[in-house]
């Protein structure tokens, strides 16, 4: 994987503005994931808990794969709580380096009135490409 960052652009800060990727490997395709348990159940209604849960279903389906944090190339974050939102976004951070380390992909966040899944307040969808062994 390459980061993409034209030398004149400033650096961004928690993600990438692109990523270029060979095209030998497996591209796996992470349906949004909640902040819910592995029996669907939501342990908290505050943002942090669940959006570490949801990193880590995001990590769980990708090691199911084989694939690894570093081999996430995009990840689109959905979140009905933008004032929350920022508040914790240093902690969001501490989270993110705690089971990505320093990985930042092309990353978007959109913030939306609703979740499908009550009382989700983030949903993360990922892409990831495996290298080919």
Known sequence: MEILKPESWKSPIGYSNGIKVPLSGYAVFIAGQVGWNADQIFE????????????????????????????????????SDKPEYLRVRGELGAIWREHMGKHFPAMSMIFVSDLLDHPGKIELEATAVIAAQ
Not at 49 to 74: H, M, S, W, Y
């Open 44 to 79: 908290s209604e505050q943002l942090l808990p669940q959006f570490e849960q949801a990193l880590i279903n995001v990590l769980t389906i990708l090691a199911e794969a084989g694939g690894k944090p570093q081999d996430i190339c995009r990840i689109t974050a959905f979140c």
